[in-house]
């Protein structure tokens, strides 16, 4: 038998993926910007643009969606910026690089002519990977609430 997410579960994975659209909005802007406005490559402007959307994602995810108490601190700090940089940088970053690669080399004729479609939808598909990582570490370790906050959380 499944057993069925909490409904604190729940509302916490809503409220990650509305973090998450802004943050992508955040990482597309600054990647498309570098990619197009610049002639940045692909794997750097992803490295530029998800540093960014990074630093926004840390401070909405610890007090938003997490609910994680007090100020900021070093350890969250250290464990988010340790899981979400290999979520973006090596899921992310290089899942884009394998797709692009496998674009280019088997469908020539569809990168040379859509380049930008091609490349935006392999980080498109690329970032899911990185997103099912950065919830569950955000979730089981980086933001993992102490037993009375989460009765705390629990009464509201």
Not at 9 to 30: E, M, P, Q, R, S
Request: proline letters at 3%.
């Amino acid at each position: 038998m499944v057993k069925k997410p909490s409904k604190h579960l729940v509302k916490k994975a809503a409220k990650f993926g509305g973090v998450g659209v802004l943050n992508t909005i955040i990482d597309y802007v600054i990647f498309n910007t570098l990619l197009l406005g610049f002639g940045v490559k692909p794997f750097y402007a992803n490295l530029v643009s998800t540093t960014a959307a990074l630093s926004f994602s840390y401070f909405m995810n610890k007090r938003f969606v997490f609910k994680h108490a007090g100020a900021f601190d070093v350890r969250s700090a250290v464990l988010f910026l340790a899981f979400t940089a290999f979520g973006l940088w090596v899921i992310q970053g290089f899942g884009l690089a394998l797709i692009i690669h496998w674009i280019q080399t088997n469908y020539p004729a569809l990168y040379a002519n859509h380049e930008f479609i091609v490349v935006n939808s392999a980080k498109l598909v690329a970032s899911v990977g990185s997103i099912i990582w950065n919830f569950a570490t955000y979730n089981s370790i980086v933001f993992k609430h102490q037993p009375e906050t989460q009765d705390a959380e629990a009464k509201h």
